[in-house]
């Protein structure tokens, strides 16, 4: 076999002939992602011809002539097809029984082994055009990765699929006898129906963020119409142009959550979720294809998330979190979707079934830090209030400085509401914890998956006897900050559970290593099926 040139069961389109098996062959990419990627490189270069080419044409026709002008843009464009088939004759990859092997580079050479162990997902994405082509990208996640691993563009989509399978059956040290009836094992959980992809871009906008621009636009404005002329501008009396502001501002919250709904739901368009005895296998998309495997092994912990509107309606999504640093398509997204929206009810079924946490029965921070969050409102508000009355009296323009001191009455109710929405449950098997009232997250993480847990105290958390509880995991929300944490519980609290979730990340490592040692090893049990035989 020569390295990168067809093989047996290979054909010259670099697409596979019958089922021959993908370890221990170099591949190289599809033929079709040559001209893919002159195209792909070369829209870039266009652009900036486009914008710099007349003058930079011009200054080089002026000082050497127009032929050898025309000369060098030829020398260019040829520059790329000859790196684009360079990249291609040089792009090589083998998957072995232990490991994935990139060899790539046109001037320099690089060799990448990555061991199957540590990936994490295996994603595939098609947009329409390379739909149409019949090609795919495929991207392997690992765990503390900043992006992604390994990055293949393209190959076929057929053999996407089987790299995908393979992959994640040999990360696992499956059996290649057992890989089809593993396949058909894979059974539907979850599948969107039209009226949840509906809500799903309904629900999409981001309440507290819109919140903020309904304030800010309402505010500012009313002035700005009376700076540059509103009355004059709307054919509108001056009476009527303090409403200029409310309701462009809120026309612009529709327009924008609309639009942020729309590509929402073409993101989850036909999403699919089965299950099969060790992962998870999603679809979804609508003009971007995406398809991707969860490693059930690998899971670090659930975020159950839904915002204000979702809650209303009864509705939240479920985020599966594995360790790694760039999570989703792409590196877009820090965990993978396992369910986009669906049934409040629903979420926490299939929630249950991945990690069982039961019943949960939170327990609230004391009273005391509804005082906390009243001072912090409080205190926005003035805040604003002063910085508005600062710029009238800059500016001597005719602000309504005054009108956030309405804002004032809404902060109790406000310190409530965040109040009730945070808390913590320590369970058998599992810790949970719920903050945000905008967008409440109740996450869930395993005893036996929590890398360290740590309490601290803010200089205003002392004054009032508080702390926070934070449990830290592998997940990918851990590497941007957003760790499952007891917010604000009282001093006494934050010492025992922390002590408590520290016992139980032991007791649950000692007891997984007590079942692993008493379950029978393969051959065992092969030894035991043949006598009994």
Do not use: C
């Not at 509880?469 to 944490?485: F, K, M, Q």
Request: no cysteine; hydrophobic share 40%.
């Amino acid at each position: 076999m020569t390295d990168g040139e067809p093989t047996d069961g290979e054909t010259t389109d670099g697409e596979t002939t019958g089922e021959a098996p993908l370890t221990g062959r170099v591949f190289r990419l599809h033929p079709l992602s040559i001209p893919y990627r002159i195209v792909e490189n070369g829209l870039g270069l266009a652009i900036a011809v486009l914008f710099i080419g007349p003058p930079a044409f011009g200054a080089v026709a002026g000082t050497l002539g127009v032929a050898l002008a025309f000369a060098l843009a030829a020398v260019l464009a040829v520059g790329v097809v000859v790196y684009g088939i360079a990249y291609y004759r040089r792009f090589e990859y083998e998957l072995t029984a232990d490991t994935f092997d990139i060899r790539s580079g046109v001037f320099a050479r690089r060799e990448r082994e990555i061991p199957l162990g540590r990936i994490q997902n295996v994603d595939i994405s098609q947009n329409v055009i390379q739909r149409v082509l019949g090609i795919a990208e495929l991207r392997l996640e690992t765990a503390g990765a900043s992006g992604s691993e390994a990055h293949l563009q393209f190959v076929g989509e057929e053999r996407a699929g089987r790299l995908q399978t393979e992959i994640s059956r040999l990360s696992r040290g499956g059996d290649a006898d057992a890989a089809d009836e593993e396949i058909d094992r894979f059974e539907t959980v979850f599948e969107i129906a039209d009226r949840e992809l509906g809500v799903l871009a309904l629900v999409s906008a981001d309440a507290q963020l819109l919140s903020i621009l309904f304030v800010v636009g309402s505010v500012f404005m009313p002035a700005i119409g009376s700076i540059v002329g509103a009355e004059w501008f709307f054919g509108i009396e001056s009476g009527l142009s303090g409403l200029i502001g409310p309701l462009a501002t809120l026309a612009g919250i529709l327009a924008l959550g609309l639009v942020y709904g729309v590509i929402n739901a073409t993101l989850y368009y036909g999403f699919t979720l089965r299950r099969g005895d060790e992962e998870l296998r999603y679809e979804r998309g609508l003009l971007q294809r995406y398809s991707g495997t969860i490693p059930l092994d690998k899971v670090q912990s659930l975020t159950i998330e839904e915002n204000v509107l979702a809650r209303a309606l009864g509705y939240a999504s479920l985020e599966i979190e594995t360790a790694g640093g760039s999570g989703g398509e792409g590196g877009q997204d820090t965990s993978q979707s396992a369910v986009p929206i669906a049934r409040r009810s629903r979420v926490f079924e299939l929630a249950n079934s991945i990690e069982p946490a039961g019943e949960l029965s939170f327990e609230r921070p004391p009273k005391r830090a509804r005082e906390r969050y009243a001072a912090r409102y409080a205190g926005v508000v003035l805040l604003l209030t002063g910085l508005l009355y600062l710029i009238e009296s800059v500016l001597a323009a005719s602000f309504f400085w005054w009108a956030p001191l309405g804002l004032l009455l809404l902060v109790p109710v406000a310190a409530h509401l965040k109040w009730r929405s945070r808390g913590y449950y320590a369970g058998e098997n599992h810790v949970v914890t719920r903050n945000g009232f905008w967008v409440r997250r109740l996450k869930v993480v395993p005893y036996y998956r929590v890398q360290t847990v740590l309490s601290s105290e803010t200089v205003f958390q002392r004054r009032r006897r508080l702390g926070t509880v934070t449990i830290d995991t592998a997940g990918t929300r851990s590497l941007v900050g957003d760790d499952a944490a007891a917010v604000d519980v009282s001093s006494e609290t934050t010492e025992r559970l922390r002590e408590h979730v520290a016992d139980a990340l032991y007791e649950s490592l000692r007891r997984r290593r007590r079942e692993a040692s008493e379950q029978p090893t393969a051959t065992e049990s092969s030894v035991s099926s043949n006598d009994s035989g």
